[in-house]
């Protein structure tokens, strides 16, 4: 089964960027739908970005629409999570997380959509 690993996450002040990595084990990445989660102390995991196999077709939460930006390159497996503009609000773990898709173009939001998902990368933002 295809394994993921974050990277990126840090310390950083308010108005700052940061970029988030998330490198898959398989060459099989490629069919695999990817999304960002994230998840603040005392609060529940929520969606942050989706991108579909192909990287053509991604979605935001509102509360990060316009920040951030997902992206993916297939030849390096990995799917990364530009982050501008943060403000303490973003302050989480944020988690990358996979689901198989087979050349599907959907764009999958929800948790439970996922079957893989990463150990985390903490992101604090300072005011």
């Known amino acids: 089964q295809i394994q993921l690993v974050e990277s990126g996450g840090g310390l950083v002040q308010t108005g700052g960027s940061l970029r988030l990595s998330c490198a898959a084990s398989?060459?099989?990445?490629?069919?695999?739908?990817m999304g960002w989660f994230r998840q603040a102390p005392g609060k529940e995991r929520e969606f942050v970005a989706t991108i579909t196999w192909s990287g053509k077709g991604t979605s935001y939460a509102d509360s990060v629409k316009g920040r951030f930006t997902i992206s993916r390159d297939n030849a390096k497996n990995t799917v990364y999570l530009q982050m501008n503009s943060l403000k303490p609000d973003d302050t989480a773990v944020y988690y990358c997380a996979a689901r198989w898709a087979l050349g599907l173009a959907i764009l999958y939001k929800q948790g439970s959509d996922y079957t893989v998902w990463g150990q985390g990368t903490q992101v604090t933002v300072s005011s």
């Open positions: 398989e060459r099989t990445f490629i069919n695999y739908a």
